[in-house]
Nanobody, 112 residues
Framework: QLHLVESGGGLVQPGGSLRLSCIAS?????????RYWFRQAPRKEREFVAS???????DYADAVKYRFAITRETGNNTWYLQMTNLKPDDTAVYYC?????WGQGTQVTVSS
């Protein structure tokens, strides 16, 4: 199984930027899997943020499109979420997911 660890969260002012990292260790049932970022705001359900496939194809939620970018290191079980022009509505715990496994989450708070 995979063990995922997120990092990079914190407190940032509106308009600021953060980069989240997800490091995966262990083995999944397959080395080929889509890598995801999700988030969960207080009193809301967990929602999809971004994904990146093995071929590098990406997908984004409408709320973050053109502000967030998901990337990965090829040959390395690490992926990132570069977040720019952050808004208070982006405040949430951010989780990475790969091959059905979840990390513990990292808190992102956008506030002045």
């Amino acid at each position: 199984q995979l063990h995922l660890v997120e990092s990079g969260g914190g407190l940032v002012q509106p308009g600021g930027s953060l980069r989240l990292s997800c490091i995966a260790s262990g083995r999944a049932h397959s080395q080929y899997y889509v890598r995801y970022w999700f988030r969960q705001a207080p009193r809301k359900e967990r929602e999809f943020v971004a994904s990146i496939g093995e071929g590098g194809n990406t997908d984004y939620a409408d709320a973050v499109k053109y502000r967030f970018a998901i990337t990965r290191e090829t040959g390395n079980n690490t992926w990132y979420l570069q977040m720019t022009n952050l808004k208070p509505d982006d405040t949430a715990v951010y989780y990475c997911n790969g091959a059905g496994f979840w990390g513990q989450g990292t808190q992102v708070t956008v506030s002045s």
